[in-house]
């Protein structure tokens, strides 16, 4: 569906074991494995004797104990999380009762824009943790410090409202959370998500240096800042086939569905809708694309008068 990104879709982890996989990183694969978790949950574990957990993952308990079984005999000092969906935090509960670490996240789950009147939110509660609640919120830029690591956060909006990546100072390396993913494109799901917040999140990774990214889900990205550029190119170019499509004449979200997604396994046709509608937002704002009322899954959409130059 997306032949245009170098996705990497190998993956070489048995779930709930632990595997080295950068200088400083073990990881603990959930074994929750679905079209939208690709094998399942990466939680990881940074530093050694000393360390912190980021995104613990699902409410399941086998994978609670492989974690805890993969730190035992050493502090769990800090847990982070990169956001609320209901395949990453849940598990925090548990493993902070079972460490006393403190949990630090951007904050708890919220959509990315008022909910409108009528809207279907029963996916939205279904995929949200909505129990959630960090310790400590973090800032855009704020550092967090423990024993031999250091992480700096970095909010990246889009997929959720309170997403956050992570950068590991010492191995030159982003937590890049569902933001950034080897195996697939991120799901852009309004309300909780938003197209115009992921890609000014996507811009501002490729602003920044680090080579290898550790995803959410799937094998980590070497050549990270290339792989984010594929990423922005893709979503620029749905958005050319969207206008291209509109300007054939107006249409709905299935028809446009049916027109940009060729090959799409049925079971994401619901999120491939979703993701179009979240580029109908974007389009809408910036004026170049016109709907009745709010843009809605419902709506139909065709392309704006252009303005009249000024006199
Ligand atoms: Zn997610």
């Known amino acids: 569906m997306s032949d245009d990104i170098p996705f990497n879709k190998t993956f070489d982890f048995e779930p709930d074991t632990v595997k080295a996989v950068a200088p400083g990183v073990r990881a603990v694969v959930a074994n929750n494995p679905s079209p939208f978790t690709f094998k399942g949950t990466m939680s990881y574990i940074i530093g050694r004797g000393k360390v912190a957990i980021l995104d613990p993952g699902p409410d399941d308990d086998a994978h609670v104990a492989a974690l805890l079984d993969a730190v035992r005999n050493e502090t769990v000092s800090h847990i ?10 849940p598990a925090v509960p548990k493993i902070k009762a079972a460490t006393g670490a403190k949990v630090y996240a951007e904050g708890p789950h919220r959509p990315a824009r008022p909910i409108h009147v009528g809207e279907n939110t029963a996916r939205l509660d279904a995929s949200a943790d909505m129990d959630f609640k960090p310790d400590v919120a973090l800032k855009d830029g704020e550092v967090v410090s423990g024993d031999g690591w250091t992480l700096e956060a970095i909010t990246t909006p889009g997929h959720t ?16 959370g569902d933001h950034v993913m080897a195996w697939s494109t991120t799901i852009v799901a309004p309300p ?13 990774l490729a602003r920044r240096p680090e080579p290898l990214y550790l995803s959410g889900h799937g094998a980590p990205i070497p050549e990270a800042r290339r792989y984010v550029q594929f990423l922005i190119r893709h979503r620029q170019g749905r958005e050319a086939s969207i206008l291209h499509r509109l300007g054939k004449g107006a249409a709905d979200i299935p028809t446009l569905v049916k027109a940009i997604y060729i090959g799409l396994d049925p079971r994401l046709t619901g999120a491939a809708a979703l993701s179009v509608l979240a580029h109908l937002e974007d389009l809408v704002a910036r004026g170049v694309v016109a709907t009745e009322g709010p843009p809605s899954i419902a709506g139909h959409y065709r392309l704006a008068e252009l303005p009249l130059p000024a006199a």
């Open 80 to 89: 982070f999380v990169t956001h609320t969906h209901r395949d990453h935090s």
């Open 161 to 176: 409202a309170n997403h956050m990546a992570f950068a590991f100072k010492e191995a030159d390396l982003i937590f890049a």
């Open 192 to 204: 909780d998500g938003a197209m115009s917040d992921y890609m000014a999140s996507l811009r501002k």
